[in-house]
């Protein structure tokens, strides 16, 4: 089945500094790549998506590339802020059994320290 | 206000005694699921709901059942809890699950942090 490895599980950068956090997949139909973020005590947020057709997607701060050929998929924060402190997870979408499912990372521990 | 909602957000609870954990969604949606979330294993897969009575099992579906009676609700129940089931339980929707589906956005609830003696 599909795995989703995520790298590093803990990150702690300089307000200001960038971040990266990298994740890799397994299967090769996969085509959907969504990253959410999760502050303490709630349920995880979408922040960014990217979909198998688009190499790179940046919305302000944030920015997700894509490589299909090498299975890999980043996430960069750049101008890191406090607020951005939390769990961020990858997933990779799988279709299993006649639905679409999704398949996560075990996730990044950001701090930023100020 | 488009929201999943998760009730209870705690609960304490022994070996044995049956509960059921309740999520309801007012977008509309489809496609629901539920998670658990353990450190260091991130979010996995319980079960999950293509739409009304139509269920099927995720990556950890032993121990857990769903039913699907109504599109908005879809509530997690723990015949026989067992201490191994303590964990942080996450519901979430989506539009539409299928593989045709081009918006595949999941929305998640609140959480509800489950512990058994």
């Known amino acids: 089945g599909e795995n989703v490895e995520q790298h590093p599980s803990t990150l702690s950068v300089q307000e200001g500094d960038s971040a990266v956090i990298k994740c890799t997949y397994s299967?090769?139909?996969?085509?959907?790549f969504p990253w959410y973020k999760q502050e303490l005590g709630k349920g995880p947020q979408l922040i960014i998506d990217?979909?198998?057709?688009?190499g790179e997607k940046k919305d302000q701060r944030i920015a997700v590339t894509l490589n299909k050929t090498a299975k890999h998929f980043s996430l960069h924060i750049t101008e890191t802020q406090p607020e951005d402190s939390a769990v961020y997870f990858c997933a990779a979408s799988i279709v299993q059994g006649g639905s679409e499912k999704l398949v996560f990372g075990k996730g990044t521990k950001l701090t930023v320290n100020p | 206000e488009a929201q999943v909602t998760q009730n209870p957000r705690y609960l304490i609870t022994v070996t044995g005694k049956k509960l059921t954990v309740t999520c309801s969604q007012n977008?509309?949606?489809?496609?629901m699921s539920w998670y658990r979330q353990d450190p260091g294993l991130g979010l996995r897969q319980i079960y999950y709901s293509m739409n009304v009575e139509v269920t099927d099992k995720g990556d950890v579906p032993e121990g857990y059942k769903v039913s699907r009676k109504e599109k908005r609700n879809f509530p997690l129940i723990l015949e026989s809890p067992s201490p191994n089931q303590t964990s942080l339980y996450f519901c979430?929707?989506?539009?539409?699950?299928?593989?045709?589906?081009?918006?595949?956005?999941?929305?998640f609830g609140p959480g509800t942090r489950l512990t058994v003696l």
């Open positions: 979430a929707s989506s539009l539409r699950g299928g593989p045709e589906s081009s918006y595949n956005e999941q929305f």
């Open positions: 977008m509309n949606h489809e496609y």
């Open positions: 299967d090769s139909a996969s085509n959907y």
């Open positions: 990217i979909r198998s057709n688009v």
